[in-house]
């Protein structure tokens, strides 16, 4: 479908809708709203990276943890080590800030279940996939460079070793 047909004729579809069809209406509305984030989404992507300025940019990505896989193996130790001295010498070595999220990433399951439900958007991360969020805010050049490193780093530690 064309894009530039296809808001146009959401709202008409969401206008002319009977008001009984809550459901469906409320289906539009989404969809118009997902329409209209992805076009501003589309503008922003437009934008150069500036390397000479030597600003700070922030690249942030999600590494899942396959716990699908591998459900017996315990990742989430692994990771940390003891006292969590694994993850903070990985953070030391790559330059980056990673933190361990998603659902399975605290130790209290009781706990963990009664955050995720409260609704928190602190807590939002335990409805997700459990992941490791690796963050790093330096200059472009040297961020890339860090985030490659960051990931291959990471990677090591997601192999379970039978």
Do not use: C, W
């Not at 002319?16 to 984030?37: N, P, W, Y």
């Not at 330096?138 to 990677?155: I, N, T």
């Amino acid at each position: 479908m064309q894009s530039e047909k296809y808001l146009p004729e959401l709202m008409a579809e969401k206008d002319t809708l009977d008001s009984s069809f809550v459901h469906a209406g409320r289906l539009l509305s989404e969809e118009i709203e997902q329409f209209q984030e992805s076009d501003t989404k589309k503008d922003e992507e437009k934008q150069y990276l500036d390397i000479i300025s030597n600003k700070n940019i922030k690249l942030a990505e999600r590494v899942l943890i396959p716990v699908k896989q591998y459900p017996k193996f315990n990742f989430v130790g692994k990771l940390l080590g003891p006292r969590g001295n694994s993850l903070k010498r990985l953070q030391e070595e790559t330059g980056a800030k990673m933190s361990i999220l998603g659902k399975g990433s605290m130790r209290d399951k009781a706990k963990e279940e009664e955050l995720r439900k409260g609704g928190e958007a602190k807590y939002a991360h335990l409805g997700d996939d459990l992941h490791v969020l690796i963050e790093v805010f330096v200059p472009a050049g040297e961020a890339y460079s860090r985030m490659s490193h960051a990931l291959d780093e990471v990677k090591k530690f997601l192999v379970p070793l039978s």
